[in-house]
């Protein structure tokens, strides 16, 4: 699936509707993160589409396809446990741009505090987040993710 990121250039409709859809989002990205910070790998996969793309920064290519999103997080969180580390994601300033297609353009900050092993001092990184987001089955999923790193901006 090939689809647009979100841009910055309109604004967000304001409404009542759009106030539930927001905290619908908001409550997507919290299980999200949640899961991924638990390394429940399989369930962070299902919150994409089976054909999602995710463009990362450190990666050469981007990563295809749910099975491929399970085997590079399960990958990353085997390599922090062996390490002693762990990962919490915040996110914030999210915005939501619904498109007349149904689907959502959402753009955030995401914060990752890197909490490493053998008492070394933690990392804080942080990104700028693009989603598109497909409700299939009655429930959100990422279609499309590109994460960029916030000071390369």
Known sequence: MTVELAGTAEHAPQSQDFAALYA??????????????????????GTFTEDAVLELPLLPEPVRARAGLARYVRAGAARR????????????????????????????????????????????????????LVRTRGTWRTAHRRVTRDDLA
């Open 81 to 132: 446990r062996r390490a002693g580390s762990r990962l919490d994601h915040w996110i914030g300033m999210l915005d939501v741009r619904p498109r007349a297609n149904g689907l959502l353009h959402t753009r955030c900050s995401a914060v990752v505090h890197v909490t490493p092993g053998a008492g070394s001092p933690p990392l804080l990184y942080v990104y700028v987040m693009e989603d598109v």
């Open 24 to 45: 619908q989002v908001q409550q997507f990205y919290t299980h999200q993160m949640q899961i991924l910070d638990a390394h429940d790998t399989e369930r962070w996969a």
